[in-house]
């Protein structure tokens, strides 16, 4: 089953509305929420990611910081808010440690991140090899910039997808379209953040409406 992972972000930023935003749709029947540790503060995050958790949300904080520093101090917010999931980033090899002995399931981007909002770069062959070597050190499953790509998606995904690791692709999935490819191709789970504040699959809807027309593409 492919899973729908709401991003409480735009931009690449948390929100700083977010913990309104995720009272007018906690009665939605999403049980993935996300959000970045860039945007809002810690105290305010601690708050959002409470109520999640007491609402019975799986949480995912993504990481969308370039150096090294940045990303183990958001590794480090990762594990003060307990969060279930660690997503993106690029320093495996440092990120590993902190979180050994923890719950905390890491899935790290792959292949070369630029700029922000974050973009894919390189040829699908390093893309490929990138993800073989993030095997070999015993992730869980990967983060995949795919349609932040500048090539052909498609065969992209499904030449990551051949390495074997459950999947995430994150990031400028803003139509039914390719909320159906997700669901087609077997993809483990997928983000929107952007796309549903913009209501693209709702115009005249509230978020919850928007939410809830993704969630009922993938059932």
Known sequence: MTEFIFMETYNDMTRSDVVPIYKEIRNTNVK????????LPLPKL???HAMMKKDGRITFLEVVSASEKETMQSTKVALELGVDYLIGGTYIDATLPLIKNTKIKYFPYVGKIVDHPCKLRGSIVEIVNDTKKAKEKGILGINLLAYRYNGDVDKLIEKVSAVGLPMIVAGSID?????????DMDIWAFTIGGAIFDKKFLLQGSLTDNINAVLKEIE
């Open 175 to 183: 139509s039914y379209e390719r909320v159906r490819k997700m669901k």
């Open 32 to 39: 993935f929420i996300g959000f970045k540790d860039i945007g």
């Open 46 to 48: 601690k708050e959002l």
